[in-house]
C-alpha cells in the first residue's frame, strides 16, 4: 500500500522556520516527481514546490522562491520543504503529491499556521 505521511507542521510566529517532512512507503519513489502544494480556509489548492526524484531538478511558485527549500533524501524516501520567513499568508494546509506517468498519490496534509 502506498502512502505518502507529512509531519511537521504546526504553529509559528511570522518571520519564523519549519520544515516540513513527507514520508513515502509502499514502493520505490525514484521514478516519480514529488510535489507540495498548500490550500489556505477558502482559496484553491496550489502549487508550492516539485522536486523530480531522479535527476534533483526543482521548481518553486513564484511567491516560495527564496523562502522555501525543496530537498529528498532517496535512502529515507523522504521530501522535505524547509521553510523560512514565514508570513501570515503561508498558512494552509500543506500537501505532499507523488506522480508519474502510471500513478499519482497525496498525503493527508500538514496544518501550518504562521501568527502575525
Known amino acids: 500500500q502506498v502512502r505518502l505521511v507529512e509531519s511537521g507542521g504546526g504553529l509559528v510566529q511570522a518571520g519564523g522556520s519549519l520544515r516540513l517532512s513527507c514520508a513515502a512507503s509502499?514502493?520505490?519513489?525514484?521514478?516519480?516527481?514529488m510535489t507540495w502544494f498548500r490550500q489556505a480556509p477558502g482559496k484553491d489548492r496550489e502549487f508550492v514546490a516539485t522536486?523530480?526524484?531522479?535527476?534533483?531538478?526543482?521548481y518553486y511558485a513564484d511567491s516560495m522562491k527564496g523562502r522555501f527549500t525543496i530537498s529528498g533524501d532517496n535512502a529515507k524516501n523522504t521530501v522535505y520543504l524547509q521553510m523560512k520567513s514565514l508570513r501570515p499568508e503561508d498558512t494552509a494546509i500543506y500537501y505532499c503529491?507523488?506522480?508519474?506517468?502510471?500513478?499519482?498519490?497525496w498525503g493527508q496534509g500538514t496544518q501550518v499556521t504562521v501568527s502575525s
Open positions: 503529491h507523488a506522480d508519474n506517468i502510471f500513478a499519482q498519490y
Open positions: 522536486i523530480v526524484w531522479s535527476d534533483g531538478s526543482t
Open positions: 509502499g514502493r520505490t519513489f525514484s521514478s516519480y516527481t
